[in-house]
């Protein structure tokens, strides 16, 4: 078990990173689980926890989940915790799900399940070389769907799940913070504006997918062929066109009607494609305005261009 170094001891009080004192008001008490699959990220958002004023533990053990709870309760000046139970458990993990039930009524408690494809994982397993929890015998591969079973109880009954697939570690930790601090935003999700080439596929984790095909495409004239949705000239040319001006209004106005609602039922992010033939031109172009658009009001929006030359 690993617990962030203490800056201060009090008796009555649980050891450890001593959260900032607040003038306004003193913390409801809460626990927050962070659990999830090898290699998502988990010692990542635990940081971001300790940065948000958490008291944070590392690979606690689950039987000692409820006394950790009960110390929380009557600590005066510790009221927010984190921690992180994994499979590094070995058989007393499964051991989590009734624990939690116990604690639930105890604390106010939060389950972040973290998980992320196999391909994302088998590249992380892959680029820091570290052997998976479950054992050197079995390739990374194999251990990863025998994990995944084992957590499909406690992932039923997660709070948030999060794909760590979609984030780089900044983006991951900026995620965590803005949904777990103090006074969090009510836009609070991350939309992704996706651009492709339906010739190329469509993208796997995408949540909407919008065709703009109907699109005049600026492909067949010969001086805007080289260039992206990106250049002035070419998205002067999309914009010309009055079915554009009207798809980008129109999609617009749903998404904001519609970013609330998916925000109301827990969802964190939102991934949003919108593809033409190539993935070059009127795609490019359409997803950076709508994205304008989302910022404009006031939703974190990122745009990744899959198919665009660079």
């Given amino acids: 078990m690993a617990a962030r170094k203490p800056n201060s001891t009090r008796k009555g009080s649980l050891p450890g990173r001593k959260p900032p004192r607040t003038t306004e008001h003193q913390h409801a008490p809460e626990l927050v689980i962070i659990t999830g699959m090898s290699g998502s990220g988990k010692a990542s958002v635990l940081k971001a926890f300790e940065d948000l004023g958490y008291y944070c533990v590392d690979n606690l053990p689950v039987e000692l989940i409820p006394r950790f709870a009960e110390l929380a309760m009557q600590s005066g000046e510790i009221r927010r915790t984190a921690l992180v139970v994994d499979v590094r458990e070995g058989s007393k993990f499964d051991r989590l799900p009734e624990i939690l039930k116990g604690i639930r009524r105890l604390i106010p408690t939060k389950v972040v ?18 052997p998976h929890p479950l054992g050197n015998d079995a390739p990374v591969k ?11 109880a ?14 780089n570690v900044h983006e991951l930790r900026a995620h965590i913070t803005e949904r777990f601090q103090e006074q969090s935003s009510d836009k609070n999700i991350l939309v992704s504006c996706v651009s492709f080439g339906f010739r190329h596929g469509v993208p796997e984790d995408a949540d909407l997918v919008f065709d703009v095909r109907f699109l005049p495409n600026p492909h067949f004239v010969p001086e805007f062929r080289p260039l992206t949705g990106r250049d002035p000239r070419v998205a002067k040319y999309i914009r010309s ?19 609330p609602h998916y925000i109301h039922e827990g ?10 033939t190539g993935g070059q031109h009127r795609s490019v172009m359409i997803a950076e305005d709508v994205a304008k658009r989302l910022r404009g009001a006031e939703y974190r929006v990122k745009v990744i261009h899959r198919d665009s030359p660079k």
């Avoid at 399940?113 to 570290?130: H, N, P």
């Avoid at 194999?142 to 499909?152: C, H, I, M, P």
């Fill in 113 to 130: 399940y973290l998980e992320a494809s196999d391909a994302v994982l088998l590249r992380r397993f892959s680029e820091t070389r570290r």
């Fill in 142 to 152: 194999s251990a990863l769907k025998t994990e995944r079973r084992q957590l499909s």
């Fill in 154 to 167: 406690i992932r039923a009954l997660a709070d948030f799940v999060i794909d760590t697939s979609k984030f």
């Fill in 241 to 259: 066109f009055p079915q554009t001006k009207e798809f980008i209004q129109r999609i617009s106005d749903l998404l904001v009607y519609l970013l």
């Fill in 267 to 276: 969802k964190s992010y939102l991934t949003i494609g919108f593809g033409c």
